[in-house]
Nanobody, 116 residues
Framework: VQLQASGGGLVQPGGSLRLSCAAS????????MRWYRQAPGKERGLVAA?????????YYVDSVKGRFTISRDNAKNTVYLQMNSLKPEDTAVYYC?????????WGQGTQVTVSS
């Protein structure tokens, strides 16, 4: 099982980015999917999460509520993170995680830098 994250980059404050994370390999289904981030000198923290079913509840850390949206396309085994109104404090490496085959699988991370 592999998770491939993409979509990071350099963006100005107030801008937007859309991260994607696609799972590949031999598995029947994917459970919960999540996005984490880790800024320099800080611990990795959960940013957003959602369950596997249609209409599953979502979770957002307070600092991104109203700006970030997590979504998934189960047909493509992909989770997305739409990030709007980005702030310098959103700068971090973003990691995706998914519950597959009874354990949490991790992607390699994608760098997001918010700077003018």
């Amino acid at each position: 099982v592999q998770l491939q994250a993409s979509g990071g980059g350099l963006v100005q404050p107030g801008g937007s980015l859309r991260l994607s994370c696609a799972a590949s390999g031999s598995f029947f289904s994917i459970g919960a999917m999540r996005w984490y981030r880790q800024a320099p000198g800080k611990e990795r923290g959960l940013v957003a999460a959602m369950g596997s079913g249609v209409g599953s509840p979502t979770y957002y850390v307070d600092s991104v509520k109203g700006r970030f949206t997590i979504s998934r396309d189960n047909a493509k085994n992909t989770v997305y993170l739409q990030m709007n109104s980005l702030k310098p404090e959103d700068t971090a490496v973003y990691y995706c995680s998914a519950d597959i085959l009874g354990r949490s699988q991790w992607g390699q991370g994608t760098q997001v830098t918010v700077s003018s």
